[in-house]
């Protein structure tokens, strides 16, 4: 098993600046991939960006530029750095992570962390 707990989410205008931090329980060398999704009010889930153990990052199109994701391995920990935040980025984002278990690849989840982005 694989508890993902995340932190650093809260209001902010727009403009402006948000991290996220997601801290695994296990050594975050041992997952395949980590990353962050998100769901805004009466939208379906969708991924923001993704850490493969290889280093490769992507994003998606629309946070491109503006977010970035790093991982600090000593610490467990994945990051997710939002900058130039817009309303349209107001939503619960949960932290992913999937780690091979037996050979199968399971999928873990944070609780979710609610982001808004509001004057």
């Known amino acids: 098993q694989v508890q993902l707990v995340e932190s650093g989410a809260g209001l902010v205008q727009p403009g402006g600046s948000l991290r996220l931090s997601c801290a695994a329980s296990?050594?975050?060398?041992?997952?395949?991939?980590m990353g962050w999704y998100r769901q805004a009010p009466g939208k379906q889930r969708e991924r923001v960006g993704m850490?493969?153990?290889?280093?490769?990052?992507t994003y998606v199109d629309s946070v491109k530029g503006r977010f970035t994701i790093s991982r600090d391995n000593a610490k467990n920990t994945v990051y997710l750095q939002m900058s130039n935040l817009e309303p349209g980025n107001t939503a619960v984002y949960y932290c992913?992570?999937?780690?091979?278990?037996?050979?199968?690849?399971?999928?873990?989840w944070g609780q979710g962390a609610q982001n808004t982005i509001s004057s």
């Open positions: 992913y992570a999937a780690r091979l278990v037996r050979d199968v690849l399971v999928n873990f």
């Open positions: 296990v050594s975050i060398s041992s997952i395949v991939v």
């Open positions: 850490i493969t153990n290889g280093g490769k990052i």
